[in-house]
């Protein structure tokens, strides 16, 4: 069983940046690919980016690509998502999610096992 727990959201400006944190408790990632997804007020849940360590895959949306990066703390109980220039359409709830590492880099949430409670990130014009 592995716990998950987000962190780092907040407002921020349109062009500025945060680092989501998603901390592991139970296990370490060390099996696991992570998959960052968001939800805004009234859509459906959307894929942002996903990697796999196990292979190195690695997949971003179209909408945060060259924005965005997914990394992993060197302890392999932190995972990361650094997004740059932000707009007010990144605004949503941002989850992160795991799965048993199988070499992919999940695109859909059905494929993760884990999920945590998410944290909320709101860009400003």
């Known amino acids: 069983q592995v716990q998950l727990v987000e962190s780092g959201g907040g407002p921020v400006q349109a062009g500025g940046s945060l680092r989501l944190s998603c901390a592991a408790s139970?296990?370490?990632?060390?099996?696991?690919?992570v998959g960052w997804f968001r939800q805004a007020p009234g859509k459906e849940r959307e894929f942002v980016a996903a990697k796999s360590w196990s292979r190195t895959s690695i997949s971003y949306a179209d909408s945060v690509k060259g924005r965005c990066t997914i990394s992993r703390h060197s302890a392999k109980i932190t995972v990361y998502l650094q997004i740059h220039s932000l707009k007010p359409e990144d605004t949503a709830v941002y989850y992160c999610?795991?799965?048993?590492?199988?070499?992919?880099?999940?695109?859909?949430?059905?494929?993760?096992?884990?999920w945590g409670q998410g944290t909320q990130v709101t860009v400003s014009s």
């Open positions: 999610a795991a799965a048993p590492d199988t070499g992919s880099a999940y695109a859909r949430a059905a494929e993760y096992d884990y």
């Open positions: 139970g296990r370490t990632f060390g099996n696991y690919a």
